[in-house]
C-alpha cells in the first residue's frame, strides 16, 4: 500500500468542515493568527489517541459485528456534532458585538480542538470503519492506523496553514463582527449538517 493512497483516502477527512475548521474560523476571526497551529496540535493529539485505540482495541471490526452497536455509535457521533455545532452556533450569535476574543480563551483551543476530535463522529467513522478496510500486504492490523494517522497529521498540518492565510487575507475580517458571524454560522450550520446526516443514516 503506497503513503499515496493513505493520503487519497486521508484528503476528504482533512478538508472537509468538521470541528477543527469550525474552530479555526472562530478564533482566527477574532485575531488569533496563532490558532491554526494551536487547532493542529490539538486536533493531531486526538488523532493519535483515536489511532491508538483503533490499533490496539480491534473495535473496528467489533462494530461490522454489530449493527445494533454501529447504530448506536452512529446515533451518538451525529448527536454530538449537531450539539457542538448549536453550541458554536449560539456563541457566535452572542459574540457579534463583542471585541476581540482575549488570550484567556486563546489558551483552550488546545484542549478543546482534543476534545472536539475525540467526540467527532467523521474522526471516530474514519478509524474504526475506513481504516480497518485499508488492507495492507505491507502494514499490519496494528501499524496501518498509525501510518495513516502520521499522513493524517501531516496533510492536516498544511491544510491548517493554508486556512489560516486565506482567512486572515479576507478584507477587514478581524473588525467587521457581521463577516465574522457568517464564516462562523456556516461552519456551525456545517457541522449540524454533518451530525444530521449520521442520524439519518442510522434510522435508514
Not at 462494530?63 to 449560539?90: P, W
Not at 499490519?140 to 491548517?160: E, K, R
Request: proline share 4%.
Amino acid at each position: 500500500m503506497t503513503l499515496a493512497l493513505l493520503a487519497l483516502t486521508a484528503l476528504p477527512f482533512v478538508v472537509s468542515p468538521g470541528a477543527s475548521f469550525a474552530i479555526t474560523v472562530d478564533a482566527v476571526s477574532k485575531g488569533d493568527f496563532r490558532a491554526p497551529t494551536k487547532v493542529w496540535a490539538g486536533t493531531s493529539a486526538g488523532i493519535v489517541a483515536v489511532a491508538s485505540v483503533a490499533a490496539l482495541s480491534g473495535i473496528g471490526s467489533f462494530l461490522d459485528d454489530h449493527q445494533t452497536t454501529r447504530q448506536i455509535f452512529t446515533i451518538v457521533g451525529g448527536a454530538v456534532l449537531i450539539l457542538f455545532g448549536l453550541t458554536s452556533g449560539a456563541r457566535t450569535l452572542r459574540s457579534i458585538r463583542r471585541p476581540v476574543t482575549s488570550s484567556r480563551s486563546a489558551r483552550w483551543l488546545i484542549p478543546w480542538s482534543f476534545i472536539a476530535l475525540v467526540t467527532n463522529l467523521k474522526a471516530l467513522t474514519l478509524y474504526v470503519v475506513v481504516v480497518p478496510r485499508l488492507h495492507s500486504d505491507d502494514l499490519g492490523a496494528g501499524a496501518l492506523p498509525l501510518t495513516f494517522a502520521a499522513v493524517h497529521i501531516l496533510m492536516l498540518l498544511a491544510w491548517q496553514a493554508l486556512l489560516g492565510q486565506g482567512i486572515r487575507r479576507i478584507p477587514r475580517i478581524s473588525t467587521s463582527p457581521r463577516l465574522r458571524a457568517c464564516l462562523a454560522g456556516l461552519t456551525a450550520a456545517s457541522l449540524i449538517a454533518m451530525g444530521a446526516q449520521a442520524l439519518i443514516g442510522a434510522a435508514q
